[in-house]
C-alpha cells in the first residue's frame, strides 16, 4: 500500500531525514517513534504529498507522489489523511464544524465512501453520519471548534479524516495535547474506526506505551535516521536497537 524507499530531506543545510525506507501493508498500523526533532512530521508531511522529498521516493498505492503531475497528484493525495496533535490544525475556526467534516467530501465530491453514498446528496446528512461514526452528539455540528472541547474537537478532526476513507490515516501525536483521561477513548475510537474500515494508520508517537496499543510494527527514529524496524511479537527481542531499548525502559516506568 505505501512504499517509502530511499527518501532523504534537508531544511536549509541540515538533514532531517536520512536514507528512510520501509513498506506498509493495507489495514496495517506501524508505529513512528523518535524523540522531539527527529523527523517524526516531516516524514508524514512528505507521506502527506506536502512536502518534497530531496532524494528517494514515496509511493502510494503504486503511485509515486514525486513524478506525479498536479492533477493526479492532487488525486493521489486523498488516499492519504491526517490527524495532527492540535486539532485545530485540521478545523477552521470560521467554519461550523459540520462544515469542517466535510470539507474533503466538497473537494473530491468524486470519491464519496461507500458508507455514505446513500446520502451523498445531502451534506448535513452525512455531516450526521460521520459525528455518529467518531461517538459525538448530533446536535455539536452547528458550533464553531472553540465552542467544542478539546477531545470532542479531535473526534471532530477524526470525522474529517476519515471522511474519505483513506488508504492511510496518519496520526501524529494524536493524544498528546489531551487530558490523560480523554487519550485511552480517543486511542480506543481509532482502533474502532481501522477495523470498521480497514483503513492503515502510521501512527505517529514519542510514547512507546500509546503505540504499543495501538500498532502491530514499530519503526523508531532517531536524529533522521531509521535505526529499528521490527514487528510487535519482537518487541523484546534480542535484536533490538539500544535507542528503542530506552523507549521501552522509559514506557514502562510511566
Ligand atoms: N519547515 C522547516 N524548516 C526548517 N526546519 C524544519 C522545518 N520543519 C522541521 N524542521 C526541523 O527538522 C527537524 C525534524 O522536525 P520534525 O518536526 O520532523 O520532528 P518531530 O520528530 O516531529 O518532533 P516532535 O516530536 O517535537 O514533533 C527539527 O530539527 C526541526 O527543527
Ligand atoms: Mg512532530
Given at each position: 500500500?505505501?512504499?517509502?524507499?530511499?527518501?532523504s530531506k534537508s531544511?536549509?543545510?541540515?538533514?532531517?531525514?536520512?536514507?528512510?525506507?520501509?513498506?506498509?501493508?493495507?489495514?496495517?498500523?506501524?508505529?513512528l517513534?523518535g524523540?522531539?526533532g527527529?523527523?517524526k512530521s516531516t516524514?508524514?508531511?512528505?507521506?502527506?504529498?506536502i512536502?518534497?522529498?530531496?532524494e528517494?521516493?514515496v509511493?502510494l498505492?503504486?503511485?509515486?507522489?514525486?513524478?506525479?503531475?498536479k492533477?493526479?497528484?492532487r488525486r493521489?493525495?486523498?488516499?492519504v489523511?491526517?490527524?495532527?496533535?492540535?486539532?485545530?490544525?485540521?478545523?477552521n475556526p470560521?467554519?461550523?464544524?459540520?462544515?469542517?467534516?466535510?470539507e474533503?467530501l466538497e473537494n473530491?465530491p468524486?470519491?464519496?465512501?461507500?458508507?455514505l453514498?446513500?446520502?451523498?446528496?445531502?451534506?448535513r446528512?452525512?455531516a450526521?453520519?460521520?459525528?455518529?461514526?467518531?461517538?459525538l452528539?448530533?446536535?455539536?455540528?452547528?458550533?464553531?471548534?472553540?465552542?467544542l472541547s478539546?477531545?470532542?474537537?479531535?473526534?471532530?478532526?477524526?470525522?474529517?479524516?476519515?471522511?474519505?476513507q483513506?488508504s492511510l490515516l496518519?496520526?501524529d501525536e494524536p493524544?498528546?495535547s489531551?487530558d490523560?483521561?480523554?487519550?485511552?477513548?480517543i486511542l480506543?475510537?481509532l482502533?474502532?474506526?481501522k477495523?470498521?474500515?480497514?483503513?492503515s494508520y502510521?501512527f505517529?508517537?514519542?510514547?512507546?506505551a500509546?503505540?504499543r496499543y495501538?500498532?502491530?510494527r514499530?519503526?523508531?527514529?532517531?536524529?533522521?535516521?531509521?535505526?529499528d524496524?521490527?514487528?510487535a511479537?519482537d518487541l523484546?527481542?534480542?535484536?533490538?536497537?539500544?535507542?528503542?531499548?530506552?523507549?521501552?525502559?522509559?514506557?514502562?516506568?510511566s
Amino acid at each position: 500500500m505505501l512504499e517509502v524507499k530511499n527518501v532523504s530531506k534537508s531544511y536549509q543545510l541540515t538533514l532531517v531525514l536520512k536514507d528512510i525506507s520501509f513498506q506498509m501493508a493495507q489495514g496495517e498500523c506501524l508505529g513512528l517513534i523518535g524523540g522531539s526533532g527527529s523527523g517524526k512530521s516531516t516524514l508524514a508531511k512528505l507521506i502527506l504529498g506536502i512536502a518534497q522529498c530531496d532524494e528517494g521516493e514515496v509511493i502510494l498505492n503504486g503511485a509515486d507522489f514525486q513524478s506525479l503531475k498536479k492533477g493526479e497528484l492532487r488525486r493521489a493525495r486523498r488516499h492519504v489523511q491526517a490527524v495532527f496533535q492540535d486539532p485545530s490544525a485540521s478545523l477552521n475556526p470560521k467554519l461550523r464544524i459540520w462544515k469542517s467534516i466535510i470539507e474533503p467530501l466538497e473537494n473530491y465530491p468524486d470519491a464519496v465512501p461507500p458508507f455514505l453514498i446513500e446520502v451523498k446528496a445531502d451534506k448535513r446528512k452525512m455531516a450526521e453520519i460521520l459525528l455518529s461514526k467518531v461517538g459525538l452528539q448530533q446536535d455539536l455540528m452547528n458550533r464553531y471548534p472553540h465552542q467544542l472541547s478539546g477531545g470532542q474537537r479531535q473526534r471532530a478532526a477524526i470525522a474529517r479524516g476519515i471522511s474519505l476513507q483513506p488508504s492511510l490515516l496518519i496520526c501524529d501525536e494524536p493524544t498528546s495535547s489531551l487530558d490523560v483521561s480523554i487519550q485511552a477513548q480517543i486511542l480506543n475510537l481509532l482502533r474502532e474506526l481501522k477495523n470498521e474500515f480497514n483503513m492503515s494508520y502510521l501512527f505517529i508517537s514519542h510514547d512507546m506505551a500509546a503505540a504499543r496499543y495501538m500498532c502491530n510494527r514499530f519503526a523508531v527514529l532517531k536524529e533522521g535516521s531509521l535505526v529499528d524496524l521490527f514487528s510487535a511479537d519482537d518487541l523484546f527481542g534480542v535484536n533490538r536497537h539500544p535507542y528503542t531499548r530506552k523507549l521501552i525502559a522509559a514506557a514502562m516506568e510511566s
